[in-house]
């Protein structure tokens, strides 16, 4: 699966828009996007996928640049609850690998009042 | 439909014991996914199952861990004569047979059991 490089942290103010970048430069046309949340300690929670159309839903949108080599998580109004640890992943979408998901550091975010 | 299920979520072993962790998948799910996660460290994969077949073990220690998922009941990641380097957080995750016609299917987690050696 191809390496993303996100930012270690970055803080946000409740209700604004936060916007979480993420590099995938190595990605292949057969990857998917995805991110997911890891809220202190917690299960991790997905959050949203995408190949190479933006994507959109209740909690996030994904935008995908159109060489696919980044990309950028939008949580439209954050909240204090997005306090978490947000990971991208690239991963390519074959019956064999199943769904196994590779972590890498993440982008540690925190909402301020 | 309840989410991954965990249990115990929090369990206390003596070096030397066995540790026994149990996962239930989603209901529909045949695959799943055990991750480690050590204190301030993010979270390593460890093993894909599917029914009754491990289908990917490369992130498994080769000795003390064994990993199963039978045809009925839970899947169970086992460590056998723990060490306090064990000590950690155990995710589960699971997720649908089929990959959706046209696009890929996402993996749940479970709330993780937090392994303690002391």
């Known amino acids: 699966d191809a390496k993303t490089t996100q930012p270690p942290s970055m803080d946000c103010a409740e209700g604004r828009a936060a916007n979480l970048p993420c590099n995938h430069s190595t990605i292949s046309g057969n990857e998917y996007v995805y991110w997911y949340r890891q809220i202190h300690s917690q299960g991790p929670q997905y959050i949203i996928h995408g190949l190479k159309n933006n994507e959109t839903n209740e909690m996030a949108s994904l935008i995908i640049t159109e060489d696919r080599k980044s990309s950028t998580l939008i949580l439209p109004h954050a909240t204090l609850r997005d306090t978490a640890v947000y990971y991208c992943?690239?991963?390519?979408?074959?019956?064999?690998?199943?769904?196994?998901?590779?972590f890498g550091g993440g982008t540690r975010v925190l909402v301020k009042p | 439909n309840a989410g991954v299920m965990q249990n115990p979520r929090h369990l206390v072993r003596r070096r030397g014991q066995e540790a026994r962790l149990r996962c239930s998948p989603m209901?529909?799910?045949?695959?799943v996914y055990w991750y480690r996660q050590l204190p301030e460290e993010g979270l390593k994969f460890m093993v894909y199952?599917?029914?009754?077949?491990?289908?990917?073990e490369s992130g498994m220690p080769k000795e003390r861990f064994s990993a199963e998922f039978p045809k009925e009941g839970p899947s169970i990641l086992r460590i056998q004569q723990v060490v306090r380097g064990d000590s950690a957080a155990y995710f589960c995750?699971?997720?649908?047979?089929?990959?959706?016609?046209?696009?890929?299917?996402?993996?749940?987690f479970g709330q993780g059991t937090r392994l303690t050696v002391v």
């Open positions: 199952l599917q029914k009754e077949n491990i289908i990917d």
């Open positions: 209901k529909g799910h045949s695959h």
């Open positions: 995750a699971s997720s649908k047979t089929r990959l959706r016609r046209g696009g890929d299917t996402e993996a749940f």
């Open positions: 992943i690239v991963r390519v979408a074959i019956k064999a690998a199943g769904n196994k998901l590779t």
